[in-house]
């Protein structure tokens, strides 16, 4: 599919590119942004093609905003400051939520911890939740990635063992299964 054609437009996705913009994000975040939406959209569009109703409206604010805190931090909390941004904004709770939790394939309490987060789990529980957040591991600044390259990259810096690698690849399968196919 044209990620062009993938794009919808309606009064959320406007609203949340003009955030991006009045946070004082990076052209780069911007870019990355959009092609997290653009990305997310088609997989959303393969799952409702095997009949599972999802909230595209959500998956598309959800991923424009989900580095929004990259205005003010590019760590780890960039996913906490950016949810407290997207509430204090007025947006929906569960584009706050997919904000939130889009870090890694998830980090449950223990590791949040040591992470220097809130000690609360950040884990995708919605399938929107869960689309976002492996749109963004497979889209490297504006371009696509493999998920076997986001696996390979994601060992090099926390190890072959790490359980984020496990996490990833159980929302990889997930999804994977309900496109019926591998992942664009």
């Known amino acids: 599919m044209d990620p062009a054609h993938a794009r919808g437009s309606g009064p959320l996705r406007e609203r949340a590119i003009i955030s ?3 946070a004082g994000c990076s052209s780069e975040v911007i ?3 959009l092609a997290v939406a653009d990305l997310a959209l088609e997989i959303s569009k393969a799952i ?3 009949g599972v109703d999802i909230d595209a409206d959500l998956v598309e604010a ?3 905003l989900h580095d929004i805190g990259r205005s003010r931090t590019h760590r780890i ?3 906490v400051v950016g949810a407290s941004m997207v509430r204090g904004m007025g947006f929906p709770e569960d584009v706050a939520r997919i904000v939130e939790v889009h870090i890694g394939a998830g980090i449950p309490a223990e590791e949040a911890g040591r992470l220097g987060l809130p000690k609360k789990d950040y884990l995708p529980i919605a399938l929107e939740e869960k689309i976002v957040a492996y749109a963004d591991k497979l889209i490297d600044r504006d371009y696509r990635i493999t998920p076997g390259e986001f696996a390979r990259r ?3 810096v926390l ?3 790490h359980p984020a690698l496990s996490r990833f690849w159980r929302l990889h399968e997930e999804l994977s299964g ?3 196919r591998r992942p664009p």
């Open 154 to 156: 994601l060992s090099q």
């Open 20 to 22: 991006l913009y009045k």
């Open 48 to 50: 409702e093609r095997n």
């Open 178 to 180: 309900l496109m019926g």
């Open 77 to 79: 909390d960039h996913a």
């Open 159 to 161: 190890g072959p063992k």
């Open 31 to 33: 870019k990355h942004s």
């Open 62 to 64: 959800g991923a424009l």
